[in-house]
């Protein structure tokens, strides 16, 4: 039926979407760490603080354009 086909497609949405965060941020650290090691401390902070503030505003932009 169509509700059970939307269920499926709803759980495997789910799981892709919390498998590609986990993913995500896996690589953020990873590349954080790299960095580190590398000895480019400066790099890392920057790189690490700027994802995060445009990550935000991207964040409440995507939320302010879709508040209707």
Do not use: N, P, Q
């Not at 580190?36 to 932009?61: D, K, N």
């Amino acid at each position: 039926s169509r509700s059970e086909f939307m269920v499926r497609v709803g759980w495997a949405l789910l799981a892709t979407g919390l498998c590609g965060g986990f993913t995500t941020f896996s690589s953020f650290g990873l590349d954080g760490i790299k960095l580190l090691e590398s000895g480019a401390t400066f790099t890392m902070l920057t790189y690490s603080i700027m994802s995060l503030v445009f990550g935000l505003i991207l964040c409440f932009t995507g939320y302010w354009l879709t508040r209707a």
